[in-house]
């Protein structure tokens, strides 16, 4: 299990690549549809909620139209119920608690770091050994995250800042314990029991938290219902199965195409600015998960 996918054939690394680049896209929009949703009045507890709720109905739904639900072992079920119940729940409110209060560019680019934590995680525990370019991206990184975090920023609030880190960390660990349960399994069914476990999750987080509520203007149901379809059911599935494909080092190395999507979607359509320091970390961040992106082993 430890050197699964190191060695993959040209014809799954392409496909691996195309698929990760998919996941990427699909999420970089979360970026867009959660603010539009915040502007027509939704909590971010009732947001992430609707994310996953929506999510559930339409995933499940298809899986049975299309008859794709297949049966899994019980022990699996509930494994991949309670990942998604602990980790998307855990990665979820963080996430979205830092969007309410943090720029949208920030929150992408502090996502950035995690493909880096998840090599770190791949060489310590799957014995995925980096290479020259991988530690070079390492240095960028971290010479990046000293230039954006060089200083506090005037108007952000660091508490969005503090849980987003928390939440890359977070998400390393979940992709790296989630292959055991993943493995063998079809996209589609491991993200409907991941999703349904994040559903349950996130209605509690809604409920204590004194979120939980519909009382927000009709166009948010179009906004949530992207969210749930394109950020989440198809970022889901096609990140697992680029996982399968490629490794978890390989593959969220390529997603980090998404922090720049987030951003450009963020500086071109939120109409975010950032500062020149801020500019110049973000680059040598963007840099680094490039520069191991474009030297993955063959």
């Known amino acids: 299990m430890a050197r699964a996918n190191l060695d993959a054939s040209d014809s799954d690394l392409r496909k691996g690549a195309t698929i990760a680049v998919l996941s990427a896209i699909s999420y970089s929009t979360a970026i867009i549809f959660v603010r539009y949703a915040y502007r027509a009045g939704i909590s971010p507890g009732t947001a992430i909620f609707l994310r996953f709720t929506i999510a559930s109905i339409v995933l499940v739904g298809f899986l049975i139209l299309t008859r794709h639900w297949v049966k899994l072992p019980r022990s699996q079920v509930i494994a991949l119920f309670l990942l998604g ?29 995690y493909p880096l934590l998840v090599s770190i995680g791949s060489w310590l525990f799957f014995g995925d050994v980096p290479d020259a370019p991988r ?35 977070v998400n390393a660990f979940y992709v790296l314990v989630g292959q055991r349960w993943t493995r063998g399994v079809a996209p589609g069914m491991s993200a409907a029991w991941m999703i349904m476990g994040a559903m349950v999750g996130t209605f509690f987080y809604a409920l204590l938290s004194g979120q939980l509520s519909f009382q927000f203007e009709s166009v ?3 906004w949530a219902s992207l969210f749930a379809v394109v950020s ?40 975010e600015t950032m500062s020149p320091l801020q500019v110049v970390g973000g680059v040598l961040i963007l840099g680094g998960v490039v520069l191991v992106r474009i030297n993955l082993k063959k």
């Open 85 to 113: 119940f602990l980790a998307y729940t855990t990665l979820g409110t963080t996430w979205f608690v830092a969007l309410s209060t943090t720029p949208a560019w920030l929150v992408s680019l502090t996502v950035s770091i």
């Open 135 to 169: 530690i070079a991206a390492l240095t960028l990184v971290l010479a990046g995250s000293m230039a954006l975090f060089w200083r506090p920023f005037e108007g952000v609030a660091l508490t969005g800042v503090w849980l987003m880190l928390f939440n890359v960390v």
């Open 220 to 222: 948010g149901w179009i």
């Open 232 to 271: 989440t059911v198809l970022a889901i599935m096609f990140l697992w199965w680029s996982i399968g494909l490629l490794g978890p080092a390989r593959a969220t190395i390529i997603g980090a195409l998404e922090p720049f999507l987030s951003i450009l979607l963020a500086v071109i359509i939120l109409k």
